[in-house]
């Protein structure tokens, strides 16, 4: 029905820049309306939102990010977006993209992308 595939992120030094990109498959209709999400897992540590944005466009962020990372969706390309800058040793995790249509009962996840940051 949809399906989210994470790409990007990698080794980055303390201080860079890096991108994600997740692709959402599916219905336009269906996409367009789903309320996205980007989760982090770090080492031994619980999943937890670093960005969201609504159908609508408006977003939210963790306080641990704000200013440094953004989000973003272009409902066109099925795609959402999280540019983080001035990353740090604390952002390093598994990323995970995250869909959802409270409701309706949708909640959709990708396989998760690894940042890793090094000092």
């Known amino acids: 029905q949809v399906q989210l595939v994470e790409s990007g992120g990698g080794l980055v030094q303390s201080g860079g820049s890096t991108r994600l990109s997740c692709s959402v498959s599916g219905v336009s209709s269906i996409v367009s309306s789903l309320d996205m999400g980007w989760y982090r897992q770090g080492p031994g540590n619980r999943r937890e939102l670093v960005a969201g944005?609504?159908?609508?466009?408006?977003?939210n962020y963790a306080d641990a990010v704000k200013g440094r990372f953004t989000m973003s969706r272009d409902n066109a390309k099925k795609y959402v977006y999280l540019q983080m800058n001035n990353l740090q040793p604390e952002d390093t995790g598994a990323y995970y993209c995250?869909?959802?249509?409270?409701?309706?009962?949708?909640?959709?996840w990708g396989q998760g992308t690894q940042v890793t940051v090094s000092s």
């Open positions: 995250n869909g959802r249509r409270i409701g309706v009962g949708w909640d959709f």
């Open positions: 944005i609504t159908a609508d466009g408006a977003t």
